[in-house]
């Protein structure tokens, strides 16, 4: 993680280090792979630590709290104050809660050090469900064979090599309720990038009645193709190749 990507991140706090905002980084951390989120620690420290070193010369020492509030209010608020520590009087701060931004990194390094491993697999594509209904059998057996195709495909393989990633993990979100629904996330961490979209609940529970094998794979590919052209754009893969079409 780069100095600008640090404060990128910072800047996902809005401003202030508290309970909720801290929430935030941590979630867009966990969109980063292990190394990132510990340089992101590092940087932090770093800048904490300089902070207070040079509030301390000028004789305006800041406390543990002080300082991780100044941080949290953004780079050119923090370069401002580390040039003239005494500036930090001029505004009120809230740091009941500044002291989570420490604890941030450290939390999500934990929960991503602690996840289980992708079972091993010899290809590049795997597809996955996320539902808070039936999926009907023949939708999701049509999307894996769909992704099958897919994957074995030798153009389709070269496109994925431009990723620079081995493995391609795609979660189909198919949830009627609407609160549950997420906007479309592209992650790319752990050696893997993945892609979570929410699609059309009614469209799949419609399959459940009898005779809709056509109907399936029509659905099927239209999701499935949605995704790819998601995760191309998002990473500049440049167009996708020709669909594979089921019989």
């Known amino acids: 993680m780069k100095e600008s990507e640090f404060w990128a991140a910072i800047d996902e706090m809005k401003g202030c280090a508290d309970e909720a905002s801290v929430h935030e980084l941590q979630e867009f951390l966990l969109g980063e792979d292990d190394e990132d989120v510990a340089a992101f620690q590092r940087h932090l420290e770093r800048h904490l630590s300089e902070l207070r070193r040079r509030a301390e010369e000028a004789g305006n020492p800041l406390g543990e709290a002080e ?23 001029e505004r009120e701060w809230d740091c009941e809660e500044a002291t989570l931004l420490e604890q941030a990194a450290p939390e999500v390094l934990e929960f991503l050090q602690g996840l289980p491993e992708r079972p091993e697999r010899a290809g590049w594509l795997d597809v996955s469900f996320g539902s808070d209904f039936t999926i009907p059998p023949i939708y999701e057996k ?20 431009a990723a620079e990633s081995p493995r391609l993990f795609i979660i189909l979100g198919l949830m009627k309720s609407a609160e549950l629904r997420e906007p479309t996330r592209l992650r790319r961490r752990h050696g893997f990038v993945e892609f979570s979209m929410s699609i059309d609940p009614q469209r799949v529970r419609r399959l459940r009645l009898p005779g809709k094998a056509r109907q399936a794979a029509e659905v099927a590919s239209d999701d499935l193709a949605t995704c790819l052209k998601h995760v191309s754009d998002a990473l500049s893969l440049g167009a996708i190749p020709s669909f594979p079409q089921t019989a």
């Open 142 to 161: 049509s999307v894996e064979g769909l992704a099958d195709l897919v994957e074995d495909s030798p153009e389709w393989s070269r496109w994925w090599e």
């Open 67 to 89: 300082a991780c509030a100044v941080v949290a209010a953004g780079k050119s608020v923090y370069t401002r104050i580390l040039n003239e520590p005494a500036k930090f009087q």
